[in-house]
Each structure stands twice: as structure tokens, then as C-alpha cells.
């Protein structure tokens, strides 16, 4: 069964940082990253990683967060820095293989004083 296990969610400060860690048990992955949907808002892309190492980021994220990948561990994380409100949402991991492309369950992370 595919699984992408995300955590690391969780409230934080303005100014703070979280790192949110996906987990697959998918294998050959061509591109895995993360996503994030605010309520009333469609799901916007933060950050991929491609199989070479390549990474894009989202304009709004560029210079706060960094995307990164354990080849050995089939981990992707993504580290946030200098968290805004507008950073808060449900964040999502997604994978995309030869077989299709997989979605995690989602974590909160909100971003309030």
C-alpha cells in the first residue's frame, strides 16, 4: 500500500520555524514536495524536489523555507523559516512516480500569536 506519512505540524509564533518531514514508501520517486491549501483557498504549490536534486519554490516561500531529501531514509522535509500568518494551512506531501501521483493526509501548521 502507497504511503506518505507527513509531521511536524503544530503551532508556532510569527518569526518562528517548524520542519515537516514526509515519509514514503514509494520507491522510483521523480518528483516529491509539499503543497499547502488555506480555508476558502485552493491548493497552492510550496516546494518540489526533483530526482536530480532540483528544487522550485513558491515565490511567497523563497528564502524562508528550504526543501530537502534522504535518498536513504525516502524522507522529504521541508524546513520553515521566519513564519508568517499567511504561511497557515493544511500542508500536504505529494509524490509523483511512474505509477501515479500519491497524496499525504495532511498537517496543520498555523502561524498566530
Known amino acids: 500500500q502507497v504511503q506518505l506519512v507527513e509531521s511536524g505540524g503544530g503551532l508556532v509564533q510569527p518569526g518562528g520555524s517548524l520542519r515537516l518531514s514526509c515519509a514514503a514508501s514509494?520507491?522510483?520517486?521523480?518528483?516529491i514536495g509539499w503543497y499547502r491549501q488555506a480555508p476558502g483557498n485552493q491548493r497552492e504549490l510550496v516546494a518540489v524536489?526533483?530526482?536530480?536534486?532540483?528544487?522550485n519554490y513558491a515565490d511567497s516561500v523563497k528564502g524562508r523555507f528550504t526543501i530537502s531529501r534522504d535518498n536513504a531514509k525516502n524522507t522529504v522535509y521541508l524546513q520553515m523559516n521566519s513564519l508568517k500568518p499567511e504561511d497557515t494551512a493544511v500542508y500536504y506531501c505529494?509524490?509523483?512516480?511512474?505509477?501515479?501521483?500519491?497524496w499525504g493526509q495532511g498537517t496543520q501548521v498555523t502561524v498566530s500569536s
Open positions: 514509494i520507491f522510483s520517486i521523480n518528483v
Open positions: 505529494n509524490a509523483v512516480s511512474a505509477m501515479g501521483s500519491y
Open positions: 524536489i526533483v530526482r536530480g536534486g532540483s528544487t
